[in-house]
T-cell receptor, first 111, second 115 residues
């Protein structure tokens, strides 16, 4: 079946550190891949997406590249800020609409 | 812009009580869904709907009922609450038919505790 696996958190970094959150997926066909972010006390919101192999999604300094050969969609940011503290979810979506989430990775950025 | 509105934000129930979590969207989205969020398990799909009068089960449907009488509303009913249903519940919507690159719009969540 379809599934998404993320690295476990929490991840704690100092401000301006480099961030990588690993995400791998299992799916038949060609799903679209997403990163959603959940700030404290809020619902999820889309951070970035990629719809086909080798696409790079980017937003707010975050990037992720759709790697079909390694079935991965790792999230990266060159210099994190305290305001990036949140829970990050990797997800895939296939025909029919269902969005399948990973378990989420909590990021805490210290000043 | 209201988007997806969930009520209530917080609720405490006793085991065996029933209640309805409300979800409404004003974007004319055909697709609506309910997720529950539990620590270490991410979001799991409970039920979803692709239009008025059409509902289907997700990954964890047991203990929950839904109906979709209008495009705007998609209530989630707990008929007899159990402690295992303590969770944060999110409603989400998107246009349909869904292209795979369509994002979901999420409500702000309902935190439910069952004692």
């Amino acid at each position: 079946g379809n599934s998404v696996t993320q690295m476990e958190g929490p991840v704690t970094l100092s401000e301006e550190a480099f961030l990588t959150i690993n995400c791998t997926y299992t799916a038949t066909g060609y799903p679209s891949l997403f990163w959603y972010v959940q700030y404290p006390g809020e619902g999820l919101q889309l951070l970035l997406k990629a719809t086909k192999a080798d696409d790079k999604g980017s937003n707010k300094g975050f990037e992720a590249t759709y790697r079909k050969e390694t079935t991965s969609f790792h999230l990266e940011k060159g210099s994190v800020q305290v305001s990036d503290s949140a829970v990050y979810f990797c997800a895939l979506r296939k025909e029919g609409g269902k969005l399948i989430f990973g378990q989420g990775t909590e990021l805490s950025v210290k000043p | 812009n209201a988007g997806v509105t969930q009520t209530p934000k917080f609720q405490v129930l006793k085991t065996g009580q029933s209640m309805t979590l409300q979800c409404a969207q004003d974007m004319n989205h055909e697709y609506m869904s309910w997720y529950r969020q539990d620590p270490g398990m991410g979001l799991r799909l409970i039920h979803y709907s692709v239009g008025a009068g059409i509902t289907d089960q997700g990954e964890v449907p047991n203990g929950y009922n839904v109906s979709r009488s209008t495009t705007e509303d998609f209530p989630l009913r707990l008929l007899s609450a159990a402690p295992s249903q303590t969770s944060v519940y999110f409603c989400a919507s998107s246009p349909f038919p869904v292209s795979t690159n369509e994002k979901l719009f999420f409500g702000s969540g309902t935190q439910l505790s069952v004692l």
